[in-house]
């Protein structure tokens, strides 16, 4: 009995095996069939020891179990907020490159509208203007290119039904050869980056046929005559 105790009270509590309790149980078995009240009240107060150090133990296993639980709880929300700072970042970087560069295309917009300007102006006739004129177009294609390489557009306008998200009305009139809300001429080009405006399209738009009575004549001031072209506002094409 003295050899049993010793060994539970000099080993770990995480390191009882079964055979020690059952050594335990069979000398307790043994004391009270020799009816020795000592050896059972050392026994009982041994196995309760052990019993403490159990509940001890489970304790412990349940508390760092739980603990378990949270760390990994904790860290599954670290990865989904880190996942999601890392796709709003994203997110945000894509729309600042393409604020950026629709600033810098929009400027460059003018640009487009002199080489246009240009373009109609020039009249080649000798061949050092030839020269000069085939240069002037090369560059122009060369910028061109580079426009549509960063997705730029050029809006649809004669001929296409008036859109006032993309168009903007300066003129009407009539017009034998489109109806009513087209497109008939434009003023300056409208363009698209993707599908954010950067310019809308000045245009005139048609007010209908002709009218070959004179009764149906317009009786406002905005139309004298059939062909006048009177600038309107954008909103009443």
Same mark, same amino acid.
Do not use: C
């Given at each position: 009995l003295e050899d049993t105790t010793s060994q539970v009270n000099g080993?770990? *509590?995480?390191?009882?095996? /079964? #055979? =020690?309790?059952?050594?335990?149980l069979r000398n307790y078995s043994e004391a009270v069939l020799g009816n020795d009240q000592a050896a059972m009240s050392t026994i009982q107060a041994e196995l309760e020891v052990i019993q403490k150090e159990r509940d001890?133990?489970? +304790?412990l296993v349940a508390n760092l179990t739980e603990e378990s639980a949270l760390a990994k709880e904790r860290l599954l929300r670290l990865n989904a907020d880190f996942d999601?700072?890392?796709?709003? #970042? $994203?997110?945000?970087?894509? #729309?600042?490159?393409?604020?950026?560069? $629709?600033? =810098?295309?929009?400027?460059?917009? *003018?640009m487009?509208?002199?080489f246009e300007r240009a373009k109609g102006a020039i009249k080649a006739e000798t061949d050092g203007e030839r020269? @000069?004129?085939? #240069?002037? +177009? $090369? @560059?122009?294609? +060369?910028? =061109?290119d580079i426009m549509k390489s960063l997705g730029v557009k050029v809006i649809d306008t004669v001929g296409k039904e008036f859109n006032p998200e993309?168009?903007? /009305? @300066?003129?009407?009139?009539?017009?034998?050869?489109? &109806?009513?809300g087209i497109v008939t001429q434009e003023f300056r080009r409208g363009f698209l980056l993707g599908e954010k405006l950067l310019r809308a399209a000045m245009v005139?738009?048609?007010?209908?046929? *002709?009218?070959?009575?004179?009764? /149906?004549? *317009? +009786?406002?001031?905005?139309?004298?005559?059939?062909? &006048?072209?009177t600038p309107v506002d954008e909103n009443s094409a």
């Open positions: 080993s770990e *509590p995480t390191e009882v095996s /079964a #055979s =020690v309790i059952e050594v335990l001890s133990l489970s +304790q999601n700072f890392r796709k709003r #970042s $994203g997110r945000e970087k894509d #729309s600042l490159r393409e604020t950026v560069k $629709g600033d =810098v295309v929009e400027s460059l917009l *003018p487009i509208d002199n020269k @000069i004129d085939s #240069s002037y +177009q $090369g @560059i122009y294609k +060369q910028f =061109v993309l168009h903007e /009305a @300066i003129m009407r009139e009539e017009s034998s050869e489109y &109806d009513e005139k738009v048609s007010s209908g046929k *002709p009218s070959n009575s004179p009764a /149906a004549a *317009p +009786q406002d001031s905005e139309e004298t005559t059939p062909s &006048d072209e």
